[in-house]
């Protein structure tokens, strides 16, 4: 369980699919997060697309997995999760609406996303 006694919240977006899982402890939700992010880049890469400019794979989102914690009706939780762009690259984050990019470090975007999590 977390720190505040909810479980960890999975939720997977991966083009217009939504799924979301819960997990007890946050080692199962990273392992969860990774296995995920993973299958979302074995699908392999985008293509470009053109709208009213043109989006290469690099610019666009192929999926997202977040990690969330805490939170309920009157508190905010915390977030943090791995964005797969269209070319392949992992993207870790923390945030909600207000995402930031987190520094991989030399554990990689994973581990980065685990460090986030444990400190709050």
Sequence with gaps: MSRQ???????????????REKVETLDEALAALEEHAKRIRAAGPLRPRKMIREFEPAD???????ISVGGGLLRRGTEAGIDVMGDGR???YAGG????ELDDGSGGPFAA???ALRRA
């Design 5 to 19: 006694g909810h479980p960890y919240r999975l939720t997977v977006r991966h083009g217009p699919k939504v799924s």
């Design 60 to 66: 666009q989102v192929a999926g997202r997995v977040e």
């Design 90 to 92: 992992f993207v870790a």
């Design 97 to 100: 609406t207000r995402r930031e």
């Design 113 to 115: 996303v685990g460090k």
